[in-house]
């Protein structure tokens, strides 16, 4: 094999003839299949090999002397790699049952005393390692994705917790603590906080948050932030007084806090790019009227506490981004995971492959003589291969006895077993 091709894949020829594991060796290592060549004499051999590297593709022979074939080794193959596949080689294909060559999994046949020559050799090869390819590449992509969300459920604590430690002001104690001290000042009985984020390539491209006087969210439907009377202070950039709501531009839009107001007071804060802060006070006590010396000094005030609002709101959007990208992954990872074939267990209760039926069908064919009843055989071989896999010995051996059972109630019912007793 020319060294810039990387061995991905192990073939094991399993054969007790010296000159027909040296041949096939030659026809593999010629083809420049990209794979590793082992050959082995006997079953011990084998599983030598096997102990030391994975086989990917066995191919064996039915007949290995010593009381040994190739499908007891296919067996004992398995428990090294649940994922082998086989090809036999063999001159006693009417030995091979249905049960033998399906439970196993055997996935080609090469018949000896057939048309077997370098060229179907090698393209009995090449089809399997069409098949083993991909569902290698699907199972290292389970196990990356298995040890990935292991690892990022690992460290997800650990990442809230940081978020808490690095959270130097979290944000409704920041928003809670900016109105205490304004509400003091100006006399303001009330107030709420809007913010408003906007991203052209995000849907929906604009988000608007509003938080009372304590810092908690409000669950209220928000009218449009442009047609507000904070979108009306962005676009200003100053404080808006509001001391007649009911007098104010028809223009605006009231939102449902602002409703049933006296006077209000908006002063919109610079935070980030692409972030509009807008703080709203309400309902001035005494003289009920909010002046510009209370919007200087919220406007003092407020540049105080914006570093303190885009503390905590960086830190709350950047955390969110994370744990939103952690969700991402975990659900891609479960899509990926589910797509993916399932285990070789499961792919072993898939129906064996045309080839090996085919096989199965001209044998069972030659010593019945009735087309009809190989397919019916192969069906019931079918269902008594997954029963088995799936429930275990004892579940085949209840229903070989369910079914002796029924053949003795027909033969009772149509007198047929009386007819055979007086023929003996």
């Known amino acids: 094999m020319p060294s810039a091709v990387v061995a991905t894949d192990t073939i094991l020829v399993v054969d007790d003839e010296e000159s027909v594991r040296k041949t096939f060796r030659e026809w593999l290592t010629s083809a420049d299949l990209g794979c590793q060549i082992l050959v082995a004499a006997d079953a011990e051999e084998a599983l030598t090999q096997a102990n030391k590297h994975s086989i990917d593709l066995a191919i064996l022979d039915w007949n290995l002397g010593a009381g040994h074939d190739g499908l007891r080794l296919l067996e004992d193959l398995y428990l090294f790699n649940p994922d082998v596949v086989a090809i036999l080689v063999t001159g006693y294909a009417h030995q091979a049952t249905p049960l033998d060559a399906m439970r196993m ?28 390819r991909p569902a290698k590449r699907e199972r290292r992509l389970q196990r990356s994705l298995v040890a990935f969300r292991e690892a990022v459920e690992k460290i997800l604590p650990l990442v809230r917790s940081a ?34 984020a906007y991203d052209a390539q ?33 676009s200003m950039q100053e404080p808006c007084i509001l001391n007649d709501l009911d007098g104010a531009s028809a223009g605006l839009e009231w939102q449902p806090f602002e409703r049933d107001r006296q006077s209000l007071l908006a002063m919109p804060l610079a935070v980030a790019p692409g972030i509009h802060v807008v703080l709203e006070l309400f309902d001035k006590q005494g003289s009920g009227r909010f002046t510009p010396e209370d ?43 589910e797509a993916l074939r399932g285990t070789a267990a499961e792919r072993q209760e898939e129906p064996p492959p045309e080839p090996v039926l085919d096989r199965l069908r001209a044998t069972l064919r030659t010593s019945t003589g009735q087309p009809h009843e190989a397919d019916v055989t192969l069906r019931l071989a079918e269902a008594v291969r997954v029963l088995a896999l799936r429930h275990g010995t004892p579940a085949v051996e209840h229903c070989i006895s369910l079914v002796e059972s029924l053949r003795r109630l027909l033969d009772t019912a149509t007198g047929e077993s009386g007819e055979r007793a007086h023929a003996d």
Do not use: W
């Open 105 to 132: 999994g055997v996935r080609d046949y090469l018949d000896k005393n057939q048309d077997l020559h370098r060229d179907s050799f090698l393209a009995a090869v090449r089809r399997q390692l069409e098949r083993i």
């Open 163 to 196: 978020a808490a430690l690095h959270d130097p002001v979290p944000l409704p104690a920041a928003i809670r603590g900016l109105f205490q001290f304004l509400c003091r000042m100006t006399g303001a009985q009330g107030g709420v906080l809007l913010v408003r």
């Open 202 to 234: 995000r849907t929906p491209a604009e988000v608007c948050r509003a938080y009372d006087a304590q810092g908690q969210a409000l669950d209220v439907p928000l009218v449009p932030f442009a047609h507000s009377v904070a979108g009306t202070a962005v």
């Open 295 to 337: 919007a200087r000094l919220v406007g003092s005030a407020a540049a105080l506490g914006a570093e303190m609002l885009r503390q905590a709101l960086a830190e709350r959007h950047t955390h969110g981004l994370l744990f939103e990208a952690v969700a991402a992954a975990l659900q891609a990872s479960d899509s990926v995971s």
